[in-house]
């Protein structure tokens, strides 16, 4: 398998030789594609896009998670999991529900990494197929767009996207490397090199089309998701085709849904063994609260970084 994706994958290496380099946060390098930094890291590379843009088939009925990294997916796809497949885990009682022995990273793909697995795994098998991706709108797989099928964009304030993924990168990064320290993380993050940055252009890429296609693309922020999550739980079951029935909300359907996707229950489930890329399945669990930011950055910092995102958004208003 491993020889195969060699094969596939030698023919961007010349593409990947011109494209421009910055200091990768985790290992290696960052390359600029199509207007956006790509991290290396572990299985995922710039090539892996690559062979997505030239390979990648979408159904119309799928259903795609969007973020930019440290924004709340692994939360999102335990939420979507657990709505859609409902059903299937809720004779009686949730003892056997992947999410209470498993990474939600397990449950639900990124098309990122599915690319690897030349078996059809169980997503293939059930309509709606649903995949998470971090690639930005303008850098989509072209099939995705065509197919029409819907996305569910889920953004976080800049500054707690900037120090959830200075956390993490630290964790990820070789024990022999030296670490990223927090100034690094700033200007990096401030000149948009950040995986899958800017996060400016990321978040008003899908914010746009959001706007022009309402019943397409449903735009949420971590902190609207924080605050209210029963109403958010609410929406993301009617988007998605699967609502909740009256009998199912007097039961707390909800309710049992969002306990089992909470970060108390997702951490404790997650707290040894690693995913498939190697990467240890507690790291995705830190805090989970929104404005760890004040923590780490200085009023300078700050101010500095509101100045950027009001020049940057320019106009557009996403309370977070
Ligand atoms: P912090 O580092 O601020 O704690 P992603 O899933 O996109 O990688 O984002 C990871 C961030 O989401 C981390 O933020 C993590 O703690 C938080 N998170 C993970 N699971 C969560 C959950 N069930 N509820 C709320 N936040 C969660």
Known sequence: ERANMALTFDRYKDRLRMLPKEKGWIT????????????????????????LQDTFKAHPTDIYLVTLPKSGTTWLKALVFAIVNRKRYTNGSLSTHPLLISNPHNCLPFIE???????????????????????PYTSLPQSIIESGCRL????????????????????????????????????????????????????KGYHKVSTEHPGKVLFLTYEGMKVDTLNHVKRLAKFLDYPFTEEEEVEGAMQEIIRLCSFENLSEVNKHGN??????????????????????????????????????????DISF
């Open 113 to 135: 990494t599915e690319i690897y697995a030349n078996t059809p795994t169980y997503v293939d098998t059930h309509s709606p197929r649903l995949f998470a991706t971090h690639i």
């Open 28 to 51: 290696g390098n960052l390359y600029m594609y199509q207007g956006f930094w790509h991290q290396t890291m572990r299985i995922i590379s710039v090539e892996t896009l690559m062979a």
């Open 275 to 316: 995913l498939r890329e190697g990467i240890p399945n507690a790291a995705f669990f830190r805090k989970g609260e929104v404005g760890d930011w004040t923590n780490h950055l200085t009023n300078e910092m700050s101010q500095r970084l509101d100045r950027i995102t009001k020049e940057k958004f320019h106009g557009l």
């Open 152 to 203: 569910i964009y889920l953004c976080r304030n800049p500054k707690d996207v900037l120090v959830s993924m200075f956390h993490f990168a630290n964790k990820l990064r070789d024990k022999s490397g030296s670490l990223v320290t927090f100034e690094e993380a700033f200007e990096s993050f401030s000149k948009g090199a950040m995986p899958v940055g800017p996060y400016w252009d990321h978040v």
